[in-house]
């Protein structure tokens, strides 16, 4: 049986005999051929949390209470397989809840028993056909003004194309945007960026005047000229990145060869922070990594263009953004390092092939996103197609193939060890532990990578010659 049809089993077994509709998304997606739906919203007329308890129990699931201001409760398989959100009937009936909603996709019911018709009153049908996002009245995102961001959301999720009137509606409601949660502006943007759409939605959240307001660092990019190696503004420059990490994303061995493409996805794959991945994590970065440019821009009397320590100060801009974001500390640390390393490894294309020194001193300096700032880089050498773009791109693409691997290995082990443990190193060399023994065990961490020294006795025979 599928989570979906589970579910419905566990819904209509506690519920079916109540007042209760599926509203929202559910139904949406179903109508539009999606069988796959897990999450319900429902809609009770009567106790919600007597209800919610009462399916928790029949179904074996957990229950636990959303929101104290508007009475929902949650309740979520032990599985994890699927979760219903249960709703307090709004108004004198379902018809006037439907009416309170964003948008008339979003705005259409159907009875949790089944058998009876589609409660439809605002049209939500016939804009499924058209692929049409329509507001199911002239102030619906008045009560709500996040839901101008749920519109970019919608478009990019849905692939539909909102209407005049929603448009003009967002661009009206962008400046409440301030009087918003932050952790709810991060949910909606990270929403955004999860779909491969991102580039177009960041694109329409600038059209609209919303990123002015929720992230207006990024929307400062727009119109910042560079030097002639780009043929982009920072901020086309930026979006163009982002379309390009996507693409690598989908086929890393276009770019990368066959050989590690499981690796990469499996990467991305991984929980970061937030219920983020590190694919959502990554694409945040793209979007901040020169977030810095308009601060450090300098033109010098030849007119040659350069933004000097963009990437140091872009570090502490990226996390100082993700903090107002609510973002937790290991998204905040893992942008800031994303952007403080993303022009490490252009800087040894000159030094290419690399020695295992080399190599070595790179991925230990970018640290645990050494594999995803190596990623980065190279989306952001594809979008850069200024001066001699044909050249530059293929001696960057040549290094990348090159680290790739042994970046993705650091990554699944772990930065590579001393042969031999701290205090065997005090006890063969008779010394005292402290911060002389932590930098002779980090020498031979970095010789164990290289080779110089791969046994315990080279080790030793290496610390003894570092100390005389």
Not at 209 to 214: D, I, N, P, Q, S
Request: aromatic residues 4%; negative net charge; charged residues 25%.
């Amino acid at each position: 049986m599928s989570a979906h049809d589970e579910a419905l089993v566990a819904l209509r077994g506690a519920l079916g005999g109540r007042d209760c509709w599926i509203v929202g998304g559910a139904v949406r997606d179903r109508l539009r051929g999606r069988s796959d739906v897990a999450d319900f919203d429902l809609v009770l007329d009567g106790d919600v949390r007597e209800a919610a308890r009462l399916l928790a129990r029949s179904a074996g699931a957990h229950a636990f209470a959303l929101s104290d201001e508007f009475g929902a409760w949650r309740v979520s398989a032990r599985s994890g397989d699927w979760h219903a959100d249960l709703n307090p009937l709004r108004g004198a009936g379902i018809e006037a809840d439907l009416a309170l909603r964003d948008f008339t996709v979003n705005a259409i019911a159907e009875p949790l028993a089944g058998g009876g018709a589609l409660v439809d009153p605002l049209g939500g049908v016939g804009d499924l056909e058209l692929r049409r996002l329509r507001l199911v009245a002239a102030d619906a995102l008045e009560s709500d003004p996040l839901r101008a961001m749920r519109l970019v959301r919608l478009s990019c999720e849905l692939d539909f194309e909102p209407d005049g009137d929603a448009i003009s509606a967002a661009r009206d409601v962008a400046p409440r945007l301030v009087d918003i949660a932050a952790e709810r502006i991060y949910a909606e943007l990270a929403r955004i960026l999860a779909n491969d759409q991102a580039p177009a939605g960041m694109r329409m959240l600038g059209a609209l005047g919303l990123t002015a307001v929720v992230l207006p660092e990024l929307d400062a990019l727009g119109g910042i000229g560079q030097s002639h190696y780009h043929h982009l503004d920072v901020g086309e420059h930026t979006l163009a990145v982002l379309s390009e990490l996507i693409s690598l994303e989908r086929d890393p061995s276009s770019v990368l060869g066959a050989a590690h493409g499981e690796q990469i996805q499996a990467l991305l794959d991984e929980p970061l922070a937030d219920d983020l991945d590190r694919r959502v994590a990554l694409r945040i970065g793209a979007l901040l990594h020169d977030i810095a440019k308009p601060l450090t821009r300098t033109v010098a009397a030849d007119g040659r263009v350069a933004f000097p320590s963009h990437d140091e100060l872009g570090a502490q801009l990226a996390r100082s953004m993700m903090r107002r974001l609510r973002a937790a500390e290991r998204m905040q640390s893992y942008v800031a390092a994303l952007t403080r390393h993303h022009l490490r490894l252009g800087f040894l294309v000159h030094r290419s092939p690399l020695s295992r020194a080399d190599l070595y001193d790179y991925l230990d300096a970018c640290g645990p996103v050494g594999a995803d700032v190596t990623l980065l880089s190279i989306a952001d050498r594809l979008a850069t197609r200024g001066a001699r773009a044909s050249e530059s791109i293929e001696s960057h693409l040549d290094l990348a193939r090159e680290v790739i691997g042994e970046a993705l290995l650091w990554h699944a082990e772990g930065p590579p060890r001393a042969p031999l443990a701290g205090d065997q190193l005090a006890s063969a060399l008779a010394i005292e532990p402290g911060p002389r023994l932590g930098e002779l065990l980090a020498t031979l961490a970095r010789a164990r990578f290289t080779g110089e020294a791969s046994t315990r006795d080279e080790a030793v025979a290496l610390a003894r010659s570092l100390i005389a």
